[in-house]
């Protein structure tokens, strides 16, 4: 079944939205329950197609798990593992689920894990991963598109990372965590989802320290230590970073309820400079709004804190009406531009040099047939279709839905014109088509 959205630009969004548990910190968090014997529940578990996989992958493992819809908590049981691999199947279609390297490292002192491979957006290596897991003493062979891990004895070390790289800081934050003695990680990634995650290590008996600064020192503990808990997923920053753009960039004003503002601040920073109102209304909430035409702005994408990725092509909708030309240097990924022809399709006047884009604001963006190519340039053409005069379609929802719930039922309850149809029968189906993706209960 094909479905899309339909858009009809020009309204103004207003009221209020509650953002979700964060996409990339909880399916870390779900990989590391691998670490549990017992039932560890989580918190705050959004609905998404990637949720969803990872819990496949678990499963597959032979971990059961139960999702409770009403309360969005997964518990999942991983008193049994019942295997090392993690097929390729799963693991290609989303590059997260490569966390279980570390889990399983830590846990079984071997796995067997297929390589994610390149990616839309860039060819997104896993190198420091197999270096860092070699550092702590894991015989490592790559062999038929397969990593295999031996490691009967992991010993900690220190470990320094050529880029903060997220994903390889969890990994072996996860391989340390049962390693015998100290390991350094220097250089490493401190986004909020690397301090969630160590937070959620440290409650299941783990002895971490340092996550969100350059350096977690993790003091390796015995497997018997690590014991079930409870835990709430922070909340989403990237999806409340997404709201904020839609509301400022339809001149509305909202109220973005659930959320930690201090994760937000390079981000709420550059939406001010370009002219946009941001106010504290409650420690968990802030106020956002924005009544005349954006001002360009300059930014280059960075590790945390620096201006996130995963939020450079919604800015860069708000950029192509502003008042001026700003200029984005996109310094993560060789292939993150991948919103620009549809933005161009819409009007928008774009010059792109390989990592370096320019755009030159022009009056009004106007709508048409557009198509989601990743997650976060769909979004971003999603929030272009809003602020565009006429009526807008975007396909390959696929993908806006492995990272945002109920995307359109919280743009409705802002007030935007969207709806999703199935494209065979031109029927409205709805609330996203999340129906059943996470309703299967197999503890
Ligand atoms: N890199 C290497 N070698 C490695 C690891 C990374 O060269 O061994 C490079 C990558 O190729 C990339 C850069 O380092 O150019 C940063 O990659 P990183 O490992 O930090 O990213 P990730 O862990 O693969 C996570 C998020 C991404 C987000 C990045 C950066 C998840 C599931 N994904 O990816 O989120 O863009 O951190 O913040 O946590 C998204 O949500 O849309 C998304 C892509």
């Known amino acids: 079944m ?3 959205f339909k858009i009809q630009g020009g309204e103004t969004l207003k009221g209020e939205v509650s953002i979700g548990g964060a996409k990339n910190s909880v399916l870390k968090l779900l990989a590391a329950t691998i670490l549990v014997k017992g039932c560890t529940k989580i918190y705050n578990v959004p609905e ?5 996989i990872m819990l496949n992958v ?7 798990y139960d999702y409770n819809k009403a309360e969005k908590s997964v518990t999942i049981d991983a008193t049994n593992i019942t295997s090392i691999t993690a ?3 799963l693991v290609s ?3 997260a689920s490569f966390t279980v390297l570390g889990a399983l490292v830590s846990r079984c002192k071997e796995a067997i894990v297929a390589l994610p491979g390149g990616c839309a957006i860039g060819e997104r290596r896993v190198d420091f991963h197999i270096k860092g897991l070699e550092t702590l003493g894991a015989k490592m062979k790559i062999e038929n598109g397969y990593v295999h891990a031996k490691a009967p004895k992991l010993v900690g070390a220190d470990i320094y990372l050529d880029i903060p790289s997220v994903g390889a800081t969890e990994n072996l934050m996860l391989a340390a965590v049962t390693a015998q003695g100290s390991t350094r990680i220097q250089n490493a990634a401190q986004e909020p989802e690397i301090v969630d995650l160590a937070n959620f290590l440290n409650t299941i008996g783990a002895d971490i320290t340092g996550a969100g600064t350059s350096e977690i020192v993790i003091n390796g503990v015995k497997l018997e230590q690590l014991h079930p808990a409870e835990y709430t997923t922070i909340p989403d920053r990237i999806e409340a970073g997404t709201f904020m753009a839609a509301v ?3 001149k509305g004003k909202a109220l973005i309820k659930n959320i930690y503002p201090a994760h937000l601040t390079f981000f709420n920073d550059k939406l001010i400079q370009m002219g946009a109102s941001i106010k504290l209304a409650e420690p968990t909430a802030i106020e956002v709004s924005c009544k005349n035409r954006l001002n360009s702005i300059n930014f280059v994408t960075q590790p945390y804190p620096g201006f996130p990725t995963d939020l450079q092509a919604i800015a860069m909708t708000l950029l192509t009406t502003a008042n001026g030309v700003g200029i984005i240097t996109e310094s ?3 292939n993150r531009f991948m919103q620009v022809p549809d933005l161009r399709r819409m009007g928008a006047d774009i010059h792109q040099d390989r990592n370096h884009a320019i755009i030159k604001g022009v009056k009004h963006l106007s709508g048409a047939n557009i198509a989601a190519p990743d997650l976060r340039a769909g979004a971003a053409l999603v929030i272009a279709a809003l602020m565009a005069n006429g009526e807008s379609i975007v396909e390959k929802l696929h993908h806006v839905d492995r990272g945002y719930e109920c995307f359109e039922a919280k743009l409705r309850g802002l007030g935007a014109k969207i709806t999703r149809f199935n494209d065979e029968d031109g029927v409205n189906v709805g609330v996203n088509n999340l129906k059943g993706v996470l309703n299967e209960s197999r503890l």
């Open 332 to 334: 993560l990924y060789e």
């Open 248 to 250: 400022v960039a339809t």
């Open 2 to 4: 094909v479905e899309k």
């Open 48 to 52: 998404l197609t990637d949720v969803s």
């Open 93 to 95: 279609k989303m590059r």
């Open 58 to 64: 678990l499963s597959d493992l032979g971990a059961k």
């Open 87 to 89: 097929k390729y199947e």
